[in-house]
């Protein structure tokens, strides 16, 4: 089929673009094929033959059958194993011998941003449910109830455990600073029963740097004073272990 | 004569706010500002409560959701100086807005808070729709073209679907509901006939314990919550 007027894939487009970035970019995208066409050729290179697959259109690999654990299974030893030698190998090529233990399952100590003497209260960022399928803040009748289990709108807010901010001497709809290592803002408190007394929380999803009609200028966005860690281990990010300290404005 | 009531399912209502939008987008009212939310005028047709009890850490929140209660004795009928609010034969309590002279007396009287006043007019292009679902096209246009700035207005348990609905000669509670009751995903709302022995209202408002709120001042609503 040919592409109508003056136009390419976005494959080609990408491939070009990144060609053109050059250094690091440019690189990964070596040996990949080079355009659309190359690199579904480089993907199914090995898995079936490309007039083949240019006539029926579709690969389908074999069916699982139920027993077959060789299949499934991608461990060195070919046996389910506690001691993950998965693990242990990616672990020697990337941190040279660490703790030989790590690879077993294990409880680890939670690595906590900001020490407990200085900020008393973790902080923890939830997407309520306006927020999930990525920003309804721009859209006044989802923004005016975006706190749905309060009842309110048009902003977010930083929610405490009512003793807790009995000792701190925040009362309920009061602006306080939410202070954490790596900076501060200004938030709304809501005193509320159901927060642990050591946790405070904040939704996401509103404080836009960007112009909308609806969100300019509504709520705070924690992620602005949340720390960059990651668990060594697995390499994911860690959101939820920065320590803040609330107090009134 | 049907008596409509709704039945609202405290158990299975999660509090998602659906039935506010979908009613706002029915009715095209229009969205507040956070200046009117903090004076409290914004217009909301259906609210829905979180009302929490308890201490920590034996804390329980629900969700009550709240459209106009349609009181067989509705305070808000009793008092229109201009008897623009009324009691329609099947038990909508309904209004003209021709006739409000928007002196908020049926807000005061109102012991549910369900009532709002338009403190201003509707933008033209308030909820641009360009793409029009395909089931819409076919209900036509809302009886009230615009909403119109200093009358007060409240929910109508869509008494435009159900008519059209009659005309049609469609089953209302099955085939023909309220915006609200269409947009709830857990089922949580029910709409139909209090007076027919059949119907889904009845049949759940016999086998399981429901109230009503403010029940002691005695205004006889027609929407019943059922116990969580």
């Known amino acids: 089929m040919e592409p109508l007027y003056d136009t390419r894939s976005i494959t080609d487009i990408i491939f070009e673009i990144a060609g053109r970035l050059g250094g690091t970019v440019a690189s990964s995208f070596n040996g990949i094929g080079g355009g659309a066409e190359g690199f579904v050729k480089y993907r199914t290179g090995d898995i079936i033959p490309w007039d083949e697959l240019k006539e029926k259109g579709v690969w389908l690999g074999p069916a699982y059958q139920y027993g077959n654990y060789d299949g499934i299974f991608n461990t060195p030893s070919g046996k389910f194993e506690f001691y993950s030698a998965n693990l242990a190998g990616v672990l020697e090529k990337t941190a040279g011998a660490g703790n030989r233990l790590d690879c077993l399952p294990h409880y680890q100590e939670v690595e906590f941003l900001g020490d407990e003497g200085s900020y008393p209260l973790t902080l923890l960022t939830y997407q309520p449910l306006l927020n999930v399928e990525n920003g309804h803040q721009n859209y006044p009748w989802a923004q005016e109830l975006y706190m749905v289990m309060h009842g309110f709108g048009w902003g977010n807010f930083i929610e405490i455990n009512k003793e807790k901010a009995g000792e701190l001497g925040i009362r309920d709809r009061q602006m306080v600073w939410v202070e954490s290592p790596f900076g501060r803002i200004k938030a709304r408190a809501r005193v509320l029963e159901g927060m642990h007394p050591e946790v405070v929380c904040m939704a996401t999803g509103q404080g836009h740097y960007a112009e909308g009609q609806w969100q300019k200028d509504i709520g705070v966005n924690p992620n602005d004073i949340i720390g960059v860690s990651y668990d060594h281990l697995s390499g994911q990010s860690s959101f939820f272990n920065t320590r803040v300290k609330v107090y009134r404005a | 004569m049907a008596k409509w009531g709704m039945v609202i399912d405290l158990d299975k209502c999660v509090g998602c706010q659906a039935c506010t939008i979908a009613c706002k987008e029915e009715n095209s009212v229009p969205h507040g500002s956070p200046d009117e939310q903090r004076q409290r005028r914004e217009p909301y047709w259906n609210r829905v409560l979180a009302v929490s009890e308890g201490e920590y850490p034996t804390v329980r929140v629900e969700f009550i959701s709240m459209p106009c209660m349609h009181c067989e004795e509705a305070p808000c009928v009793t008092v229109c100086p201009a008897k623009a609010t009324y009691h329609r034969e099947d038990g909508i309590v309904i209004q003209d807005f021709r006739r409000c002279i928007g002196c908020r007396y049926c807000i005061v009287a109102c012991p549910y808070g369900v009532r709002n006043f338009n403190f201003k007019d509707q933008l033209e292009k308030e909820y641009h729709r360009p793409d029009l679902p395909p089931n819409r096209a076919d209900r036509g246009p809302w009886p009230f073209p615009r909403?119109?700035?200093?009358?007060?207005?409240?929910?109508?348990?869509?008494?435009?679907?159900?008519?059209?609905?009659?005309?049609?000669?469609?089953?209302?509670?099955?085939?023909?509901?309220?915006?609200?009751?269409?947009?709830?995903?857990?089922?949580?709302?029910?709409?139909?006939?209090?007076?027919?022995?059949?119907?889904?209202?009845?049949?759940?408002?016999?086998s399981r314990g429901s109230f009503r709120l403010r029940e002691a001042l005695h205004t006889q609503p027609s929407v019943f919550y059922l116990h969580s």
């Open chain 2, 147 to 206: 909403r119109v700035r200093g009358v007060v207005e409240k929910c109508t348990f869509c008494f435009h679907r159900i008519d059209k609905g009659l005309e049609e000669g469609k089953k209302i509670g099955v085939d023909v509901v309220p915006a609200c009751v269409e947009a709830c995903p857990t089922g949580a709302r029910l709409f139909g006939d209090l007076e027919d022995p059949e119907s889904e209202v009845s049949y759940l408002l016999a």
